[in-house]
């Protein structure tokens, strides 16, 4: 198996104007979330100098990493619960002390390099993305996080119907594929792992499962849950394998280990044009799943695997609108996965009335990309509790020897 197969595809639509909203919005959140490393940090200057068991230096900058000074990753996690009402609490969570899981996160595209490929200088807005999507896991996992040469905003500018040439999604793609060998020969020991990206992370995530999990046995022995948002998992119509991978399936009940959690949000069913919940096109295509026939996007309810309705937990970075680093504010949406038209996607709806005056989430690029800039801390809370639930059906089964 060639774990480092290139990456041809093409396809239509723009994903540059909302991967800057996205990176904008992330970019925020450190006026909400402390983080201690200099927004223009080197390599060398912004990882821990730690060197595991004698070898030698690193080849990877990571972003997050146990042993990292001013890890993002293990930033504040208190949070301010702002009900319905408006009446207020303070939520504690910390980060756990000794956890037998570890979690391998990949951002989403929010470099503002000028360059089409980002360069490997842990800056402003990677710390940002690890604080607001990955640090809460800290609850129940060790985070690890490489700085990866992803394609930034202004290469895909470059290139408006997703027609990047595939050096450059190469690079992006094997940039992470050599973190996460370094991590599995020099931190991981055998430990089980929690795989998590959103958006073009999500889609990277995607070809590392195919080419180094899917058909790895061992590999999957020790997969306890792979969170892909916003980045289009695929199955067979009616299935929950084929299409993405062979053998690795859809999650379908809470506290189910080694399947896969994903889906977008949306606040109604996605155009046609759509980039996400649409086989064969927009996200799809960043992971080389150019076909459509036979084939449907994977919806998993974040609250409700088993299907149905149910309400999510969301955690904002509370940028000054709390004294808290977060914001939370539960019964304010709940959701469900639709498929209709073509179209698979979880179907989030304000769950008060108008006189709940809490903000709520916008389609800040329009219908075409629903609330994908907000997939990730939509559910946040869920999020976390449902790795929680796997790692625990994990451990159950390796200690009963199934």
């Known amino acids: 198996m060639n774990q480092s197969t290139p990456r041809r595809r093409s396809g239509r639509g723009v994903f540059a104007k909302l991967l800057v909203t996205l990176a904008v919005s992330i970019a925020l959140a450190l006026t909400a979330v402390s983080v201690a490393a200099d927004a223009g940090a080197t390599a060398s200057t912004a990882i821990g100098g730690v060197t595991p068991r004698g070898s030698t230096a690193s080849s990877t900058v990571w972003l997050c990493r146990p042993g990292l000074a001013n890890d993002p990753c293990t ?10 009402s408006g009446t207020t609490s303070v939520v504690k969570a910390s980060v756990a002390p000794n956890p037998h899981f570890d979690c391998f996160y990949v951002y989403p595209t ?6 089409t490929n980002a360069d490997l200088r842990v800056q402003k807005t990677e710390i940002a993305a690890a604080v607001t999507q990955a640090s809460r896991f800290s609850q129940v996992c060790r985070d690890y996080a490489p700085i990866y040469q992803q394609v930034t905003d202004a290469g895909l500018a470059q290139y408006p119907n997703l027609d990047v ?8 793609y094997n940039s992470v594929l050599a973190g996460f060998k370094e991590y599995l020969s020099r931190y991981n020991d055998g430990r089980p792992i929690v795989l998590i990206g959103h958006s073009q992370g999500a889609a990277v995530l995607i070809t590392l499962l195919q080419h180094m999990v899917d058909n790895n046995a061992s590999l999957r022995n020790r997969l306890v849950l792979a969170v892909i948002l916003g980045g289009d998992v695929e199955v067979r119509t009616g299935a929950l394998d084929g299409g993405s991978f062979s053998h690795i399936p859809v999650c379908t009940r809470s506290g189910e280990a080694g399947c896969v959690l994903a889906y977008s ?4 069913r996605p155009p046609a044009a759509s980039l996400f919940g649409r086989p064969g096109q927009g996200v799809a295509l960043q992971s080389g799943q150019t076909a459509k026939k036979g084939l449907q996007v994977v919806c998993v309810n974040p609250a409700a695997f088993s299907g149905g309705a149910a309400d999510l937990d969301p955690y ?6 709390a004294p808290t680093p977060w914001v939370e504010y539960p019964g304010l949406y709940h959701a469900r996965c639709e498929t209709a038209a073509g179209a698979t996607w979880l179907q989030v709806t304000k769950a008060t009335s108008s006189s709940d005056e809490r903000p709520v989430v916008t389609e800040a690029a329009g219908p ?14 869920n999020l976390v509790d449902d790795v929680a639930s796997a790692e625990a059906a994990w451990s159950s089964s ?5």
């Open 75 to 84: 930033s504040s996690l208190t949070a301010t619960a702002v009900t319905a």
């Open 110 to 115: 929010v470099s503002r390099e000028l360059t």
């Open 165 to 172: 040439p595939a050096s450059y999604d190469d690079t992006a």
């Open 265 to 268: 949000s949306f606040p109604d």
């Open 316 to 321: 904002f970075p509370a940028d000054g609108v």
């Open 368 to 381: 075409d990309w629903g609330y994908h800039a907000d997939d990730v801390n939509l559910a946040l809370g």
């Open 398 to 402: 390796h200690r009963s020897g199934e």
